[in-house]
């Protein structure tokens, strides 16, 4: 008779937090000694070491540490910004090194190790590919630091007129390397949310790379100061105080209580909703489309009567403009949420949309800034407003604590990005338009007619891992 070793397979809980261990560990090990007994081993297989010390260490990954990392990201963003903003930033080695480091990997650094723990708390990406995306990420940002400090100390160099030193030489494979390695995160994390859709897999992949290797190096220009950075870490922060999915403890297979699946109607309203979401989608897909195309190639369809500043304003407009129709769609996805009520969904989004219009027409209004201004300044405004609105009652917090949270995310976004954030981000109206054509359906929310009571389980039998 084979004798199994517990303690082998117990050593396998320490890759667990704590809390893992105490809801799910017994379990866990009852399980691994069945399958051992059942194949003759004593100990753990090199598989079952391997996916422990995975999906262990992708445990530690979750929401508590995206809402610490957040924080931190944000107070030290906020201090580097007030150092800059009141001029003491100390001697000209701060200046080349010491910001250089926090503003381009220490604040993106903690920035994207916690939205990757929250991203990987909602279960929208798996622990091996979190734990991947935060090492390529570490790696990228620690390159993208060391060709800032190059940059610094090559102009130094330049400036007095010396040679200069050898990290200054290496600018240009620093850039390079750095810009490649963060292609390969965002690819990764485009590529899972696109899985989440009924997107073809190498329409997918190509989608991930395009969206990667465009976006790798605007995202580079920005981490050169911490607000891009701030923005993130507050919408981190947002994300992860909001309520997610719920996961079930494990229950022991006889305590398992039938309980019958509740019947939907034949004309359920999910089903009425889904012609309208995909008409606002496929609008927005076209025009954010034809938006994109004319803002970086305008200027080649009628040369002479337009230049690429004007391609570029009027591209943005319709990007704008065909933001409206996907506000519209997302908000008719959401609908049936109810964890808040309807006029949280809805009240938002008509600000937002407000919002838009409001930039819009000052584009239009451009580009000399005293005729934009009012624009830009009201636009920015409502969508700090819109922001405030959305977040508040759905953060998991007190209702001051709430308003506090909510009123701080908008004030940011008001103050930062709305007139600077929002045009960049109506380049990505056709990518968010793609996804919301191409979405999954909730199966308890179609239309289906359930003909006889169905039965199932609180939970599924427990597996290894």
């Not at 329409?203 to 911490?226: D, F, H, N, Q």
């Not at 979401?277 to 970086?296: E, N, P, R, S």
């Not at 624009?375 to 609105?389: E, I, M, P, Q, R």
Request: glycine residues 10%; aromatic residues 6%; contains cysteine.
């Amino acid at each position: 008779m084979n004798t199994v070793d517990e303690r082998g397979f117990r050593r396998l809980l320490r890759w667990y937090p704590r809390s893992w261990r105490q809801l799910n560990g017994e379990v866990f090990i009852a399980t691994l000694l069945e399958a051992a007994d059942a194949d003759g081993r004593s100990e753990p297989t090199r598989a079952e070491r391997r996916s422990a010390l995975l999906h262990g260490v992708g445990a530690h990954v979750d929401r508590r540490l995206a809402v610490s990392l957040s924080l931190a990201a944000l107070l030290l963003a906020a201090a580097l910004s007030a150092t800059t903003m009141f001029g003491t930033v100390g001697d000209a080695t701060f200046a080349t090194v010491g910001y250089p480091v926090l503003a381009t990997f220490a604040i993106p650094v903690l920035t994207a190790t916690a939205l990757t723990s929250a991203i990987r708390a909602r279960g929208w990406i798996s622990d091996t590919r979190a734990l991947s995306m935060i090492g390529v990420s570490a790696v990228a940002l620690a390159l993208a630091g060391l060709a800032s400090i190059s940059w610094g100390l090559g102009f130094d160099a330049a400036d007095s007129g010396a040679l200069p030193p050898p990290l200054a030489q290496g600018w240009g494979a620093l850039v390079i390397t750095s810009i490649v390695a963060g292609a390969i995160v965002l690819a990764l994390l485009t590529d899972s949310l696109l899985q989440r859709t009924t997107c073809p897999p190498i329409l997918r992949i190509v989608a991930s790379l395009c969206i990667a290797v465009v976006t790798a190096p605007v995202l580079g220009l920005a981490l050169l100061t911490p607000t891009l950075s701030a923005l993130v870490a507050m919408t981190t922060l947002v994300m992860s105080l909001m309520p997610g999915r719920r996961e079930r403890p494990p229950v022991d297979e006889r305590k398992r209580v039938p309980q019958p699946a509740r019947a939907l109607a034949p004309e359920a309203a999910g089903s009425r909703r889904v012609p309208i979401i995909q008409g606002c989608a496929l609008v927005a897909v076209l025009g954010g489309t034809t938006g994109v195309a004319f803002a970086l190639t305008g200027s080649l369809w009628a040369p002479g009567a337009i230049d690429a500043t004007q391609a570029m304003q009027l591209g943005i407009v319709m990007l704008l403009v065909s933001a409206l129709p996907l506000l519209v769609g997302f908000g008719t996805q959401i609908h049936e949420n109810r964890r808040v009520r309807h006029r949280h969904t809805w009240g938002p989004i008509l600000v937002s949309g407000i919002s838009l219009v409001l930039l819009a027409i000052g584009y239009l209004r451009g580009p000399e800034w005293e005729p934009i201004a009012p624009w830009f300044f009201s636009g920015s405004l409502s969508a700090g407003v819109a922001v405030t609105w959305w977040i508040t009652p759905r953060v998991r917090l007190p209702r001051p604590a709430a308003l506090v949270i909510g009123s701080s995310a908008g004030l940011l976004y008001a103050a930062i990005g709305g007139f600077m954030a929002t045009p960049l981000l109506a380049f990505t109206v056709p990518v968010w338009a793609l996804i919301l054509l191409t979405r999954k359906g909730n199966p308890r929310r179609s239309g289906r007619v359930v003909g006889k009571p169905q039965f199932s389980a609180l939970t599924e039998k427990p597996s290894a891992l």
